[in-house]
C-alpha cells in the first residue's frame, strides 16, 4: 500500500456513485457539528444531506474535532468536503458521495479560539454533538465536578478540552457579540440526552458566570433525539469494500453502514431547523418512549451479545446471530426481560421491532466487532440494563438475561480471553484494572469492589440482596461454565 494521498478524481467514479444535486456552493455553516466520527458522517450529516437533496438551501455543516490529528480533515478539505457512504446489507450495496459538509475545525490544527469564535457566529444556529456517553461528563444527572478533566476546563474556560467547556465558552461569546439564540443538539445514546446535555452546560456555565448562565436559559434549547443506525468503526475490510465500490479510488473519510436509519427528534429549535422530515427523520413532542425503546433493545441487546458473545468465541455481532444460542436468548431478552419495562410509542409493536432488529444484527456485511461495542460499559450499562433491572426488582420479575450481562461484563473487563489479553477501553479503565489486579483472585471481593462503583450501580440497587446475590451468581457462572453455556443455560 502507498501513503501517497491522492484526492477523488470525481470524472472518473462508477457511473453507480451518486453524487450531490444541489448547489454546494451555497452552503454556510448554519450547524456546528461536534464529534465527526463514523456515526455522524452516516446519520446525522446524512440526514442533512438528503434534506439539501429535497430543498436545496443555505444549511451547511461545519465539524468540529477535540482529539486526534487533523490529518483526515485535511483530506476531507482536500475532496471538497465529499465523502463516500456505502450503505450495505446482504441483499444490496448502494454507494454516494454526501455532501452537507462545508467546512472543519480541529483543535490541534486550528487552536481553541477559532472553535470558539465559530460558535459565536451569528449564522450558526444549530450546535449538534456526537460526543459518545462519556462526552458529556454527567454523574447522577448532574455535571461530573470530580472528572478531572472538568476540573481543567472550570478553571481555564477560555481554553476548554471538552465539548461542553467548548460550547460554553462559544455561548458566552455569542452572549458577548449578541449574536442570537440557538439549538444544541445532543445526538448520542443516552436517555433524555437533549436535557442532560442541558443540564450540564447550564450547570458549568453557572459555576463561571452566573449571567450567562441566565442567557443560557433564556437562548438556548436542548431537545433530545434518539438516534439510531448501525455503524460500525472501519476495518481493512471495510476499506477495501469501499475502495471496490468507488472503482479503485480510496476515500480515507469513506464509510460503510447499514441502511436502516432512524432519527426521532424533539422538535424544540430556538433559531430554525432543516426541513429533516424531507429525510425522513420524524419530528415529535416527545422523544423520550423512542429513546427508550431502543437503549433497551437494540443497545442492551447490542451489549449482551458484546460481552456474552466476545468471551464465547464470537468477533462480530453476525456471527452472534449464526449461533442460535445467542440468537435465541437475544430475543428472549428483548422480548421477555425489555419489552415489559417500557411506555411504547403508540404505533410500535416491539415483537416485530425486536424481530426487525435480529435481522439487522445478522447483516453479514457489517462485520461490527463485539470488542467494539464492548467499549465504554461503565457508560453504557445503567441506561441499557440497569434500569430495567430495576424495574424487575420492584415487580419481582424474572430477569436473568440482564444480570446475565452484567457477570459477562464483570469477566470481559478482566482482559483474558483463552489465556490471551485484549484491551478494554472505558474512560474507567484504570480504576477496573486496578480492581482486577488486586481482588481478581478472590471472586467476593472482586464482584463486591465492581459493585461499590456507585457511578455505574446505584445505591439502591446495591443495597438490595435479590441483586447482589443475583450478580455473584452471573459472575460465577460465566467465570465457571464459559459464556456461551451460560447463555445456553438461561433455559
Ligand atoms: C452500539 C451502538 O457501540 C455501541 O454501543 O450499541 O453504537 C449502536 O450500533 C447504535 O446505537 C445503533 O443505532
Known sequence: MTNE?????????PENVKRPSYDRKALRPRIVHIGFGAFARAHIAMHLHETLEAHGGDWGMRVVELFGTANLFDKLAANDHLYTLV????EATNTRLLGAVCENQHIARDGIDKLVNGLAEPQVSIISLTITEKGYCVKSDALDTDNPIIQHDLQNPQAPKTAIGLIVAGLAKRKAEGNGPLTVLSCDNLPHNGKLCGIAVRQFAAHVDADLAAWIEENVTFPSTM????VP?????????????LGGQTDLNGIICEPFRQWVVEDDFKAGRPQYEAAGAQLVADVEPFEEMKLRTLNGCHSFLAYLGFLGGKETISDCMADDVYASHARKLMVDEQRPTLHVPG?????AYADMLLKRFANSKLKHRTWQIASDGTQKMPQRWLNSVRFHLAHGTDHRHLILGVGGWMNYIRAERNGETYEIQDPMKDRLAQIVKEQGNDPQAYVNALLALDNVFA????ANPAFTVAIHAAYAAVAEKGARQAVADLG
Open 347 to 351: 404505533e410500535v409493536d416491539l415483537i
Open 459 to 462: 445505591k439502591d440497587l446495591v
Open 233 to 245: 468503526a472501519l476495518t481493512d475490510e471495510a476499506r477495501a469494500e469501499i475502495k471496490t465500490a
Open 227 to 230: 438516534v439510531d443506525r448501525i
Open 5 to 13: 494521498f491522492k484526492p477523488l478524481d470525481l470524472a472518473a467514479l
Open 87 to 90: 450503505e450495505t446489507s446482504d
